[in-house]
């Protein structure tokens, strides 16, 4: 049985799932280049793929899995959230006529979503509950036989954070508490104060955040989000600025004038002090929900919040929490897996999958690279042993391009769509942000290490494959590797495992025996806005376009 699960929000990413296994997946952005790309249309390009990699015709698929309530309760109940604020504020005629437009579309589309050209008729589709697919791709793929599964993100139909308990292969819904009571809500909404972005800024905001201190902030965040007996409340009024982003007049109220440069945020202390405090109530409010709803020792994560690491770190540190699974892509580009592998478990296939990487997007061959390099002329050199001469090459204080295998699935380049650099150099953080990366001097570089060398390393080492936990350095260890380390002696590293990515693994090897140092500063293969790269012509235009001393492609070097 195959099911197509797409998600067609913003991330909008389609999945294909086997037989209860997922062989296929990737975000729409990495095809069509639009960051984040958005909209109530369809992940047609990224659905073309996922076919095209299993070799089969839309005419094959079982069923299509979508990430939501199904059209007629969602725009109903949109609706009727909506009425109240339309009938005494009359402001909201915009985005109720807007709900009532698609569910006509629905009702009379054959073809919905966008999928006419791919040719999915309507009877083909079903749909999975936000909260329902995040929990799945937690959890299925997790390897665990029980845990609890908390899910924590903007909003999902009325959902902000919700607890299932995952045995077997069942998930079982055991408290929800309701936006707008929402921690996702609430960092949006401070992200967009700060000058960012909702839904693209907030990792940002973490990386600003530990240049900031303890203040009277701190005491803000505390009314603006309370602990409570059952979880936590945040202020409505704050909450839903990231409907209406544009109305700030709450949060310029209580902290004063937003920045106007945020691109320099780190040198205005208020900013610092306030982003500082912002991380810490998230952290003090998720740690709060663990204990009170008596979160046992195996954790699984999903929902656009848990792609926070520094939370996540704590999590592991300072909780009853032995044992974590965190879905690498945790934001709603994921809801496209967890509605498929869901409505594969409900259709009665055994979910034997077992996520040990991220790696499932398109590959290209060294044949296919190779015609693009000669049709435009590109001077480049096959190597034998490519990942020696990278591994040389970065020892050299070179910045390395590497393009390999399958596309990651995620926020989160894992060694092969990904820029690499000497990470034992404190300057060359600097010279990555400025002259490849185009973006803020305080944003920090994560480190690639080999798995064997986490303890040496890493304070409470765990396994972190995704880059997607955050750790103290050990004493003295942050002066080897400065380049990856952040301003309060933490990283984010991922872990590499021989078997799971062994041409990654062998370059980190090959910079090893250059230096001594098992880790290598790793970035994604794009500059600040841009999708990841997908195909080898992304890949080519950021090396050309910046500051980068060599491409791998494949076998293939390339050097300015």
Known sequence: MYILGISQGHDASAALVKDGKLIAAAEEERFNRIKHSIGFGTPVLATKYCLEHAGITPEQIDYVAVDQESPGKYYSMQIAKMLPRYIFKGTMWHRMTRFLYHSYQWSRNENPFGMKELGFPKHKYRFIRHHDAHAATAFYPSGFDAADVLILDAVGETDATTLFRGEGDTLTNKKRIAAPNSLGLLYGGLTVYLGYYFGDGEGTVMGLAPYGEMSSYYQDMEHLCKLTPNGYRVDPR????????????????????????????DAQKKYRDIAFALQK???????????????????????GVALNCKMNGLILQQSNVKNIFIQPASGDSGGSMGAALELSRRHGAKITYTMKHAYLGPSYTNEEIEQLLENNKIAYEKVSDIEQAAGELLAQNKIVGWFQGRMEMGPRALGNRSILMNPGKPENKDKINLNVKFREPYRPFCPSMLAEAADEYLEGAYPSPYMILSFQMKPGKEKEIPAVVHTDNSCRPQTVEKDVNPRYWKVIKAFENESSVPVVLNTSLNIKGEAMACSPKDALRTFFMTGIDAMVLGDYLLQK
């Open 238 to 265: 704050v909450a839903r600025h990231n409907v209406f982003p544009l109305d700030m007049d709450r949060l310029v109220k209580r902290f004063g004038p937003g920045p106007t440069d945020s691109y320099r945020l």
């Open 281 to 303: 109530r998230l952290e003090d409010t998720v740690l709060h929900l663990l204990k009170k709803w008596d979160i046992g020792d195996t954790l699984c994560l999903a929902g």
